[in-house]
């Protein structure tokens, strides 16, 4: 049973940073695509940077120049580092794997909250 297990987040002033780590455990294989979403209350989940296995990235235009994501293929891990944080990135961020092993599947982590103060 593959979970994913998110870290890194918490409470920090504007212009601060942070680096959000997400693992999977358990056994998972052929992963194309790791992404990173976020969701603030009352507000649509948005896809903030994506990663595929190629090493290809991109991200939403709000946190261009500020997110950069990366990824450890071996220890089947991604990375959000975020700096010049505003209080506009506060929200919930979630961990997503695309597993493509003969078939499709996809995995959540549970989020980990984002604060930013002003």
């Known amino acids: 049973q593959v979970q994913l297990v998110e870290s890194g987040g918490g409470l920090v002033q504007a212009g601060g940073s942070l680096r959000l780590s997400c693992a999977a455990s358990?056994?998972?294989?052929?992963?194309?695509?790791m992404d990173w979403y976020r969701q603030a209350p009352g507000k649509q989940r948005e896809l903030v940077a994506t990663i595929t296995s190629g090493g290809t990235t991109n991200c939403a235009d709000s946190v261009k120049g500020r997110f950069t994501i990366s990824r450890d293929n071996d220890k089947n891990t991604v990375y959000l580092q975020m700096n010049s944080l505003k209080p506009e990135d506060t929200a919930v961020y979630y961990c997503h794997f695309v597993s493509a092993r003969g078939k499709i599947w996809h995995y959540w982590g549970q989020g980990t909250q984002v604060t930013v103060s002003s």
């Open positions: 358990g056994s998972i294989f052929s992963i194309a695509v």
